[in-house]
């Protein structure tokens, strides 16, 4: 299983982005997917993770309110639209699959994409 990332970029504080993981497979759209980021000088943390058929989904406290995850099944991709961007945003934003499984946790996760960079200007 392979996941590609995009819709990174830089925007300026308050202003959103979406990005999208798209998966290689078919089997991705049975798998819990996720959102982890890493800033600078930081160890990655969790942001979000929806389970296979986004009935339930899971954000971090420092995100809850301004970013949403979503899939669409049928395109094998999960998205994460960031609204209201605080500088303190800024990282590289990673996404994960993990078959069956629900969780903040990275060890949860098998598969995941190479990151998209994110910077929030103040």
């Known amino acids: 299983v392979q996941l590609q990332a995009s819709g990174g970029g830089l925007v300026q504080a308050g202003g959103s982005l979406r990005l999208s993981c798209a998966g290689s497979e078919r089997t991705v759209s049975t798998y819990t997917m996720a959102w982890f980021r890493q800033a600078p000088g930081k160890e990655r943390e969790f942001v979000a993770a929806?389970?296979?058929?986004?009935?339930?989904?899971l954000q971090a406290s420092s995100v809850k309110g301004r970013f949403t995850i979503s899939r669409d099944n049928a395109k094998n991709t999960v998205y994460l639209q960031m609204s209201s961007l605080k500088p303190e945003d800024t990282a590289v934003y990673y996404c994960a699959a993990g078959p069956r499984r629900w969780g903040e946790r990275e060890s949860l996760y098998d598969y995941w994409g190479q990151g998209t960079q994110v910077t929030v200007s103040s």
């Open positions: 929806i389970n296979w058929d986004g009935g339930r989904t």
